[in-house]
């Protein structure tokens, strides 16, 4: 047991999660929850997802050895100034947030002599259903996590992050604050906006109901992540917003170019547009299930 | 037994499932491959999909009771003036393209006094996968195929196409030509663009390594269909240019007031958009598994 005392605040699918996998790796103590709301933290009891809980953070992090925030991206640069009070000076702070620098920055303007104790980080894992209840002690096995420590990060620190999330069945990869950021807008940002993008213009159309009647398998998997929660996805816009913009320019350019492909009867622009794609796509599948 | 006599012009995943289907519920008597290539054709008969097959048009369909046009759409109507001249006054003609109006204008102009026979269909149905070998029995089970019948289509001859398809596991609808070609436009072929075009922008991002190394579960759902062939996707954008062009005009529109609104800090307007999204995905979700 690496960890006696765990605080989880946010206790939803990726805080859950989490202390469920620790708990089963028996790699944690004591597990207290902190949410706004006591419901939550009460089913959470049930589930056997934490061992006690508070409403305060205060009283849920003073005697912490890691604190866990696992709360929507602006939920979380909130509650930095009442967790800094809160935290002993050896306390591991982390994150789980998808977007890396806003947090960063907060934290370094907040925690001051604490802030070597905070491992920025993020776990590349969810499913678009959200709470404690759809939580899974299996979530992040085989799935990475990306820690960004910082110039000013303690190797400790790091080291027992590091080792938290791989007995969670995590595989833990470090990136650049701004790479990661750069990095998850092409990957996951820019996608998820092309799915709210595409579902939301085809069910303004005047067919919406036949078009979504005859929609195809193909639809429905290009689609699912338009299901994700809207609050935190308005969040990681706003926190991404330079390298989502950047990625959705790119992302539009490349789109006009088809479409004027196909005005034109660019023949062959549009079969090696294609062709390219396919290839990188079969590549990433084969690299994927290797 | 409803037909004795079945041909099937381009052996491939559809033609094939549809032979499958068909045999298994002892729809069909007698089935006869054409092909390009005839390495497919002797596997076709191997698989036991087909009985026998013939290189040359004018052989496999003279006798049929029914054709089916497997090929790419392209290859389809450069085909038609060969099989009008073959099938003989009584025979049904069907075929399985992802557009219609370019095949049944083609048709109108070739098929002359056979034309009432013609049958224009689409099932929508399919992998990621193309051959003869990837053909699957029960493809069409629960799936949909639309049937899009003119003015001049002979309703016997409608009423037997309707029947394959039922015999094949589908449910079959009867849509307009130009609203079929709208619908799809939206619904499959934007869809196929914006995935093609994402994994082609990524590709070419400075990060790409790092990029596909770091995408997850939501991204691979997403450009699954990426990996789908380009030359059927090439034919398909050509054939349904007006409709698609216009579709894409639509999403640009979409995806750049998204841009507008995160550039601009419009939060309601971001949550809205994702809202809506998310509540017309849901639905289509739930109506999906009803």
Known sequence: MLIDHLSIIGVGLIGGSLARALRKAEFVGRVTGCNRSEETLKKAVQLGVIDDYSLDIHEAVKKSDVIVVGTPLAISEKLLPKIADSMSANTVLTDVGSVKSGIVKAARQTLFEKFCNFVPGHPIAGTEKNGVEASLED?????????????????????????????????????????????????????????????????????????????????????????????????????????????LEIFSTHINKIKVAIEKSESNELLETFRRAKEARDKFNKEKNR
Chains 1, 2 share one sequence.
């Open 139 to 247: 979530l992040f096995v085989n799935h990475r996590v990306i820690l960004t420590p910082v110039e000013e990060t303690c190797p400790k620190a790091c080291k027992l992050i590091t080792e938290m999330w791989k007995a969670a069945g995590a595989d833990v990869v470090n990136l650049d604050v701004q790479h990661h950021d750069e990095v998850l807008a092409a990957t996951s940002h820019l996608p998820h906006m092309l799915a709210y993008a595409l579902v939301d213009c085809l069910a303004g159309m005047q067919e919406r109901d036949e078009i979504f009647k005859y929609a195809a398998g193909g639809f429905a998997d290009f689609t699912r992540i338009a299901s994700s929660n809207p609050e935190m996805w308005h969040d990681i816009c706003f926190s991404n917003r330079q390298a989502l913009v950047r990625a």
